[in-house]
């Protein structure tokens, strides 16, 4: 008699750009606690970079072919083309496999993406047992996701037809208004009056009751974050987003309010100089989020590079491969037209930070 496979229990990983989630699902893949996860990344951007991250982590639960990258598009915007497929193929393997992570790019809407697990195709092997919303406590605390009320009001008062809702206050709603659980990261940046002002203004913005935690670089237990059992696919269509609920009609949102450009560089010679013009293009034009890897010379190591707003981290993940390309590669994300009217700058900036040509990794 066939065994009736019970539904694989999915995990739905969510926040804004640089909010710690590839940071929180790296920890959760060395903390797995013999569980076998298969894991769904996606970004915004042409750079995979959070799939280069986990691949590099070396953590034997975190096997190559354990990781699926959805690259062609943010996946609120391809699960028909992208995310069903991969689902169906996932399935396909749930004896082998205890439960399933999605990481949402940074600018993706959860609700398209959960709604989807009531598609019957998916909806027969699968179950959301939870979304999990990751925030960054410091962006918060410092206001970067309050629209600024001033400029609003301005834009108000210049043209009430326009559709004045910030970009980055909606979907930082929407990701919240998703949520089962919401993970408070980078609380270790901030003082105790500042995290007690950020947990009300999320009470506020969730409407509802909601488990808040906080993580410190990633380390949450398995447990709090599994398990939840929240069956969230049934509950999504009382969790609307901005645009749902302007949309009624079911026009499909995009993602016009952002851009990325990636930027590439030779070698670079001082790290701290490097990080210093970073910080500099980063704040000249506006950028959210800025990521990827850069080769120094004499340094047998990759260096990750992690922007988030102005902070700026940088740390040697792995050695070159042999053969492989020692490259400044960079993602920038920020916001449409920051990002289409900075481009050329941005390019020749990063550029001019490296020191020459490319060069190839010793065989
Ligand atoms: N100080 C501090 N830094 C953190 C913490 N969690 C994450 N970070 C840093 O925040 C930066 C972004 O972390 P990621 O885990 O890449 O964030 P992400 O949400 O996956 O980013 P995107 O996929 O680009 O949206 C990295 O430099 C992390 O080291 C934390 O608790 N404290």
Same mark, same amino acid.
């Given at each position: 008699m066939s065994q009736t496979l019970s539904k694989i229990p999915v995990t739905v990983v969510t926040g804004f750009l640089g909010a710690g989630k590839t940071t929180l699902i790296r920890h959760l893949l060395e903390n797995a606690g013999g569980r076998r996860i298969a894991l769904v990344i996606n970004e915004f951007g042409d750079l995979g970079v959070d799939g280069d991250i986990l691949a590099g982590? @070396?953590?034997? *639960?975190?096997r190559e072919e354990d990781v699926v990258e959805l690259t062609n598009g943010c996946i609120c915007c391809t699960v028909a083309d992208d995310f069903v497929p991969t689902m169906r193929m996932l399935l396909e393997r749930r004896d082998r496999l205890d439960h399933i992570v999605i990481e949402t790019s940074g600018l993706a809407l959860p609700q398209p993406l959960v709604a989807a697990f009531n598609w019957p195709e998916v909806k027969t092997g699968a179950t959301v047992d939870g979304v999990v919303t990751v925030i960054d406590a410091e962006a918060v605390a410092a206001g970067?996701?309050?629209?600024d009320e001033d400029k609003v009001r301005a834009q108000r008062a210049a $043209?009430?037809? /326009? %559709?004045? $809702? %910030?970009p980055l206050e909606e979907l930082f709603e929407d990701q919240i208004r998703a949520a089962d659980l919401l993970v408070l990261t980078k *609380?270790? /940046?901030?003082?105790a009056a500042a995290l007690a002002r950020v947990k009300a203004e999320i009470e506020t913005a969730a409407g509802r009751p909601l488990g808040i935690v906080t993580a410190d670089k990633g380390r949450l237990p398995a447990d709090v974050l599994l @398990? /939840? #059992?929240?069956? #969230?696919e049934d509950l999504i269509h009382a969790r609307r987003s901005h645009h749902e609920i302007e949309h009624e009609g079911g026009e499909m949102h995009d993602h016009d309010d952002f851009e990325s450009v990636v930027a590439t560089a030779g070698e670079i010679a001082d790290v701290e100089a490097f990080t210093a013009g970073l910080r500099e293009i980063v704040a000249a034009h506006g950028i959210l989020r800025l990521k990827g890897f850069a080769a120094v010379q004499g340094k047998p190591m990759r260096l990750l590079v992690q922007a988030v707003g102005g902070r700026i981290e940088t740390y040697f993940d792995r050695p070159f491969r042999p @053969?492989?390309?020692r490259a400044t590669k960079l993602v920038a994300i920020g916001l449409h037209d920051a990002i289409e009217d900075g481009e050329a700058a941005i390019l020749a900036g990063i550029a001019a930070l490296g020191t020459g040509p490319q060069v190839q990794a010793a065989e």
């Open positions: 982590c @070396g953590v034997e *639960t975190c970067r996701f309050a629209a $043209d009430p037809s /326009l %559709d004045h $809702d %910030d *609380t270790d /940046l901030i003082d @398990g /939840l #059992t929240a069956g #969230t @053969g492989e390309a």
